[in-house]
C-alpha cells in the first residue's frame, strides 16, 4: 500500500518568518513526521515543551523524544489554527493560538481544542522554535476550569 | 478583626524590570489583592490570561474579573517559584516557571505545582504581564499527560 501524497508538504528551514517556522511545525505535526519536526526546533539548551496535561520537556532531545512517542501512536491528525495573539521584538516572537486537532477525517466534535504559546528565536538567518506550551480546557467556555483548583 | 499586616507588600509598578513585574504580580497572587493584581497588567487590547484547565480569556476587564472571583473564594496561598526559563528581547520578555501553590500554612504535599508562560512589555517605562499561560501536569513525571490526549 503506497503512501497518498503529502498535500502539504512541510516546509524546512530556513524559515524568514515565525509564521514560516510555525507553519513548519505544523505541517510536521500533521504529517507525522519526525525528520521535519526535528527541523522545527532550535539547537538551544533552554527548549523546552510542555504537552497538555504534561510535564516540562527540556532541551531539543527530550522534546523530540516526545514527539516521536507521539507520532508513532498517531494516524496523521487533521489541524486547523487560529491566531489569537502574535508578537514580535527583534529576534524573539511570541505566538498565541487555539489549536483544532483531530483524527484525519473525523467529525470535528472530536477535535481537542488545545491553547498553545509557541516562543520563536531567530539564529542564524532562520526563526525556530524554542518553546511550545499546550494546555487542554477541562470545560468549556471562557471561565472553564477544573473548579477544584480553582485557587489558581 | 483587623487584617494580618502584609509580610511581602506588594511592588508597585513602574517595574524596572520584568522579574519586577513578576514579583508583583505573585505577591498580589500571595496577598489576593485585586488593586496590586490590576496595577501589574498591561493596559493592552492583547492582554490575555489562561488559567489550569481554563479556557481563553482576553482584554485586562476578562482577566481581572478571574482574578476576582479566584480571590473572593480563596485565603491568601503560599506561592514557591522556579525560573525554567528567561529571555528578554528590547521590549518583549518571556518567562517561563514551575509553581508550587499551596493553601497558606499547608503541608508541601497539598501543593498544586503549575507550569506557566509569562510574556511581559515594557510599556510607558514600565514592564507589565500581557500574557499568563498556566497548566497543571495532570501526573507526575517528564512524560506526563492524560494518555487519552497523547495525540498531541
Redesign the interface.
Known sequence: MTQPPALHPAPRPPFATPEAAEEGFYAA?AAIDPAAMAEVWAEDP?T?C?????????GKA?VMQ?WM??FS??QP?TIEVEL??A??????A?R?L??S?R?SGGPAETA?R??T?H?F?LLDGSWYL??H??????????????PE????
Open positions: 505535526f533552554d523546552l510542555i504537552h497538555p496535561g504534561g510535564g516540562l520537556l527540556q527530550a516526545s512517542e507521539i501512536a498517531a491528525p489569537i495573539s508578537r514580535t521584538q527583534g529576534d524573539l511570541v498565541v487555539l489549536e486537532i483524527p481537542s488545545v491553547l504559546t516562543v528565536r524554542v518553546q506550551h499546550a494546555s487542554l480546557p477541562l470545560r468549556a467556555g471562557p471561565q472553564g476550569g477544573d483548583r480553582r485557587l489558581h
